[in-house]
């Protein structure tokens, strides 16, 4: 999103934004997680981003960020999905993608268009949002749903609302005796990813299918996008979705069932659970790929998290995109950015210690 194409609501929204973030635009973390003050280098040229359309909302506060502090630099981002944005990427169509699911082994066993012969891909984490069980069921409040009823929902099995598994968890709830309309991705979307990840730790004996980022079964109604759930399930009455919080407004959402309590969403639920889940083995030492815990049951955990990556070359054949690309990822891990990214899009500000770590990665970025 190029902030010069944003229509004037956004341009409003994003405006206080800008006046707090973008003396900020430059800065990379110092050692305590924070933010430095060094003189900052001015960029210039054009990066063409793609991909998560979670991340979106993010994308266009920290694009106002970052163009506001460097005039002669013009970043866009189209929200075409996760997986639109990794083809993009290797492809060569995009300078970098933006995605809810690392790069796979058999995208990083391949080439990458724009990166040095023999150099590869790399995730940097900078968006971490939990993502919504968003319903629209007319005088319906305070739903509570676990992993196993949720799997038989999204998979068919459960059909009505006042399926006997839904009304055991919501004793003291009207529930209607109406057919639940299920609403999930059309597209290859790192939301299903960890939507579907979740489901598959969490409720074996129910959710049959492996991980996938396209949605495995043949039920309701798909819609391509963040905000296009998000507007089928606005307009289908008695549906339900998995959305990322940034899309849920207008739409209640449900608690979670995390061991034994129930759990309203928070993003700092979900930004618990990531820093206390490992870096993905096996990968490169500055690929920063997450191996989310999906089991945790700390109190106020919401295990039910994304965390989205810039993914960019190790090494650009492009000297002067590689140092587009580095100052870019170096503004958005920065305190400002971040916050900013929590106000208008309900994400959770990276850790200290997880932001330093992308600004190091970013660094080595060439």
Known sequence: MNLKRLGAPIVLAVVATIALSSCAANEAPAESGSTTTAAA?????TLNGIGSSAQGAAQTTWVAGFQQNNPDATINYDPQGSGAGRTSFISGAADFAGSDAALKDTELAGAFALCAAGTKGIDLPVYISPIAIAY???????????????AGIFSGAITTWDDAKIKALNKDATLPSAPITVVHRSDDSGTTQNFTEYLAANAKTVWTSPAS?????????????????????????????????????GLSIAQLKV???????????AADVVSKSPIASG???NDLAIAIDRTNTDKNAWPLV?????????????????????????????????????????SAPLSADLAKKVAAAAATIK
């Open 259 to 269: 061991g034994d309590s129930f759990v309203k969403l928070s993003a700092a639920g």
């Open 41 to 45: 280098e001015k960029f210039s040229g």
């Open 283 to 285: 990968r490169e030492d």
């Open 136 to 150: 629209n069921v007319d005088g319906l409040k305070d739903l509570k749903l676990d992993a196993d009823t949720i």
């Open 306 to 346: 994304l965390v989205s990556y810039v993914i960019a070359c190790q090494q650009y054949q492009d000297a002067d995109k590689a140092a587009l690309v580095k100052g870019y990822v170096n503004y958005i891990v920065t305190d400002a950015a971040q916050k900013a990214a929590a106000e208008q899009a309900g």
């Open 213 to 249: 980022q396209t949605f495995p079964f043949q039920v309701g109604d798909a819609a391509k996008g963040t905000s296009g759930v998000a507007d089928a399930t606005k307009n289908a009455a008695n549906s339900i979705t998995y959305i990322d919080e940034s899309g849920s407004a």
